[in-house]
């Protein structure tokens, strides 16, 4: 199924697998209040559809040579005329993104096949994998027109750490793909000709994990980094993996690996690729 909205694409495979795409290249898919309306819809469908397990993976990408040059500059001008409460709540839009794209259930892959610059550092940081091609630029660039990373502020630095953050937010340098690489702001490099199929051999990756396991573990990540080593964590460690161990999905996990065969969600992915790959070859 896709969508028809103007500024993005939301579409999903028969594998479960979510394409969220920025499609403004014409401004470098630079963001507005217009499309970050749109993307939190698609985020709150996506949110819904991977609980209850029909999204499976989610890629975030753009059309064009850049991932998104961060803010729309008609916005901006825009945004000179509000005043303070109307500044608040346009922000509170913005990190009700960012907040949704970094919690949803299901892994996350973020595809950056050129600049990333302002808030669109923040997308990336979001989520869980950031797959870049060589010709990948990152820059916190809001100090350059006197403003802040703020909203994106939590979750740049918990990517790359307080020490980095405090550089990059204040220099407003510009970091390669190789940089990025360090930082742990991007996860893997490839030629620009290779980001496709890097990114398709991801998803392959992680559509040969238990669904329900994923979940569990990205929620589980999640209260491990609030509160690390808590009495009240390690006995939440505890439940979450003896939930798993007796659910459905652990006991098809363990006797699939002890009967050396694949699981039934491996099984269940492949066979839809092979109706998908089918079905294409039809058309």
């Known amino acids: 199924m896709s969508s028809n909205d103007t500024f993005s694409r939301l579409t999903i495979d028969d594998r479960g697998v979510a394409w969220l795409t920025l499609d403004r290249p014409?401004?470098?898919n630079a963001f507005d209040d217009s499309l970050i309306a749109e993307l939190n819809a698609h985020l709150e469908q996506l949110h819904d559809d991977a609980h209850h397990g029909h999204v499976r993976v989610v890629v975030l990408g753009s059309e064009g040579k850049n991932f998104s040059a961060g803010a729309d500059l008609g916005w901006m001008k825009r945004m000179?005329?509000?005043d303070f409460e109307g500044n608040l709540a346009d922000s509170r839009k913005l990190s009700q993104l960012m907040h949704r794209l970094d919690t949803l259930p299901c892994p996350t892959i973020c595809r950056v096949q050129g600049a990333a610059f302002g808030g669109a550092v923040g997308l990336a940081a979001c989520c869980d994998i950031v797959i870049a091609s060589d010709k990948a630029k990152f820059c916190l660039s809001e100090v350059k027109i006197g403003l802040s990373p703020a909203?994106?502020?939590p979750y740049v630095q918990r990517a790359i750490g307080p020490r980095q953050m405090r550089r990059f937010a204040l220099s407003a340098e510009v970091v390669d793909a190789a940089t990025s690489l360090t930082l742990s702001l991007s996860h893997q490099?490839?030629?620009l000709d290779e980001l496709d199929e890097a990114v398709e051999a991801m998803i392959g990756?992680?559509?040969?994990g238990s669904p329900q396991a994923?979940?569990?573990t990205k929620a589980l990540l999640f209260e491990v980094a609030r509160e690390p080593d808590s009495k009240a964590t390690r006995e939440h460690t505890c439940k979450v993996i003896a939930e798993l161990r007796v659910s459905a999905e652990g006991q098809e996990g363990?006797?699939?690996?002890?009967e050396k065969r694949r699981?039934?969600?491996v099984d269940d992915t492949a066979a839809s690729t092979k109706t998908s790959a089918d079905t294409e070859r039809r058309s």
């Open 151 to 153: 909203v994106i502020s």
């Open 214 to 216: 994923q979940r569990a």
């Open 26 to 28: 014409e401004v470098h």
């Open 80 to 82: 000179v005329e509000y």
């Open 263 to 265: 699981p039934a969600w």
């Open 254 to 258: 363990l006797s699939s690996f002890f």
């Open 205 to 208: 990756t992680l559509l040969g």
């Open 189 to 191: 490099v490839v030629g």
